[in-house]
């Protein structure tokens, strides 16, 4: 047993998991690269006050979860709760405006919350994300849900819904709160304790609670409250949308558990995950650049987790064939044939075979149960003897059958058996 044990809410990645995180990883690259994003790595910590700022104070993430520490140096640093508040401070730090507006950027790493951990609610978890800087049309809206939508289809996805909602800019919210201040103000006492607070620090947030969920339903719409300007802003979203054939279900409860969207909110919702059920969730966020002190510049974004993403696949049955299976195990034995061994590896590495020499002292029998387990295509076998004829022998695995084949022909061989299994 292992001295030590995994931090709380933390995973190990390992086996045919790592097929599932490649596949996603890679296929959203690739979705991005089509759409003309283009790659940022930020660090994975921050001044605190980047996501005091940013994230905002009256969130769950600000109030409760985040991991903050002072380093030797007496800063307050916090390992990043979220992605955007560190692209935009980049996006602003690295005048970035000047490579083209509008710029879209995506990520792609480990974030940190401090939550109660279960299926797909984790301390460490990943997120994929992207943002767009400097439009406000409503066609970026779209173009980044339509965008999201293509790369569920691309990972195989079915069993999912695309909810969409505007919460409008600040005007129309306000009148909008006072709405929700009433509705709520005899029920207050029935609330939880956490959207007690809430009711008084930030009143929408109050519809994204998972307990109250019967108030939230009954609850004013947000969209009788939008003004001129905010519902041009959502039917024009639509009706992209509509152009782009993306499905999507008006759902005017959702609100985001974050403090810097306007206009317009989306979730992408999956069918068979339980509590744990939004892939990936996004919206537009025009304020978040000069609060965080650049110059004004509209922007929308979203983020996506990889975990949710991996159990959402395996609850589809979905399958990832891309095999890292071993294709040769060179099995050798004694002085001379370990020198053969390298240079037969040698060969077969130059020709993109997939490896594994024994690289250890042991003898046949335990190389050859080892390259079984290694799920190895073929082994070639090498000892005194088949130096000696200069030959190799030569195993399919999966058949068990043997041969002994010329030492200058095999890689051809091997060549040709992989291109037809
Ligand atoms: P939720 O309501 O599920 O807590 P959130 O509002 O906190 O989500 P965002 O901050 O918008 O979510 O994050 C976007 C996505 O990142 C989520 O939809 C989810 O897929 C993933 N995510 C967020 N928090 C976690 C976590 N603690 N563990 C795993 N994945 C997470
Ligand atoms: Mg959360």
Redesign the pocket.
Same mark, same amino acid.
């Given at each position: 047993m292992s001295k030590f044990k995994r931090i709380k809410g933390t995973q190990d990645i390992y086996g045919e998991d790592i097929k599932y995180w490649d596949f996603i990883e890679k296929t959203m690259k690739k979705v991005f690269l089509k759409y003309g994003f283009k790659e940022i790595r930020t660090p994975i910590f921050e001044s605190t006050d980047l996501f005091n700022r940013g994230v905002g104070e009256g969130t769950?993430?600000v109030q409760k979860e985040m991991y903050t520490f002072e380093d030797k140096g007496g800063r307050s640093i916090t390992l990043r709760? %979220?992605g955007t508040a560190s692209v935009v401070r980049a996006y602003i730090e690295n005048s970035m405006i000047n490579f083209g507006s509008p710029m879209k950027l995506f990520y792609n790493g480990p974030?940190f &919350?401090y939550?109660k951990p279960q299926a #797909?609610? !984790?301390?460490q /978890?990943? *997120?994929i =994300?992207a943002e767009v800087f400097g439009t406000e049309y409503p066609l970026s809206d779209a173009e980044v849900i339509c965008m999201i939508n293509d790369a569920f289809k691309e990972l195989g996805l079915n069993n999912y819904t695309i909810r969409l909602n505007s919460i409008g800019k600040k005007e129309s919210r306000e009148e909008y709160k006072n709405i929700l201040k009433n509705y709520y103000s005899d029920k207050f006492d029935d609330l939880c304790e956490d959207c007690k607070i809430r009711y008084e620090n930030n009143i929408l947030r109050l519809l994204?609670c998972k307990i109250d969920t019967n108030y939230a339903k009954n609850a004013p719409s947000i969209l009788e409250s939008l003004n001129h300007e905010d519902k041009m802003h959502f039917d024009s979203v639509k009706k992209h949308l509509e152009t782009m054939d993306v499905p999507f279900i008006v759902d005017d409860k959702i609100v &985001? #558990? !974050?403090d810097y969207y306007t206009q317009t909110v989306f %979730?992408f919702i999956h069918e068979g995950l339980g509590a *744990?059920s939004?892939? $990936? $969730? =996004?919206g537009r966020y025009d304020n978040l650049v000069s609060e965080i002190g650049g110059n004004s510049t509209p922007a929308i974004g /979203? $983020?996506? =987790?990889i %975990?949710? !993403?991996v159990m959402a696949l395996k609850s589809e049955n979905i399958i990832i064939d891309d095999c890292e299976d071993i294709d040769v195990y060179i099995v050798n034995s004694g002085e001379s044939a370990e020198f053969e061994a390298v240079r037969i590896a040698r060969e077969l590495r130059d020709k993109g075979i997939k490896t594994f020499m024994n690289i250890s002292k042991r003898g046949f029998s335990s190389q050859m149960k080892h390259a079984n387990k290694l799920n190895a295509s073929f082994a070639v076998i090498i000892g005194e003897d088949e130096i000696d004829k200069n030959i190799v022998t030569f195993k399919d695995m999966e058949s068990g059958e043997q041969i002994q084949v010329e030492r200058g022909w095999f890689v051809n061989l091997i060549l040709e058996k992989l291109a037809n299994k």
């Open positions: 769950d993430i709760p %979220e974030m &919350r939550e #797909g609610r !984790l301390r /978890f990943y *997120q =994300g994204d &985001r #558990g !974050l %979730e *744990q939004t892939l $990936a $969730a =996004g /979203f $983020a996506m =987790g %975990e949710r !993403l």
